[in-house]
Nanobody
């Protein structure tokens, strides 16, 4: 059974940092593209944040470039998202997702429809 379990969310002040983790099991982590998405209440869709694939090719949403860093530890089957210089607009539920493909295989690696498996999410709140 595929499982993706996010952790590391919480309350942080503007300008602060958080590191999210996503522990994966039930599939060959090293073969999959892994991504972070976020969902703000009231918005229809989840917004793609960043993607990393088995070749360590990364894709970032423009608004996250330079502030967020996606990485993975294949030996631990764990995906990470280092978030720095956080803003109140970054407040959202953050999800990890998995796709049995590479970035070059996908048409839109930061779109929800590309992904087969999802975690339950971890809440990030940026507030004074």
């Amino acid at each position: 059974e595929v499982q993706l379990v996010e952790s590391g969310g919480g309350l942080v002040q503007p300008g602060g940092s958080l590191r999210l983790s996503c522990a994966a099991s039930g599939f060959t982590f090293s073969n999959y593209a892994m991504s972070w998405f976020r969902h703000v209440p009231g918005k229809k869709r989840r917004e793609g944040v960043a993607t990393i694939d088995s070749d360590r090719i990364t894709v970032y949403a423009d608004s996250m470039k330079g502030r967020f860093t996606i990485s993975q530890d294949k030996s631990k089957s764990t995906l990470y998202l280092q978030m720095d210089s956080l803003k109140p607009d970054d407040t959202a539920m953050y999800y990890c997702a998995a796709n049995d493909a590479t970035v070059t295989d996908m048409i839109e690696p930061l779109e929800e429809y590309e992904y087969d498996y999802w975690g339950q999410g971890t809440q990030v709140t940026v507030s004074p």
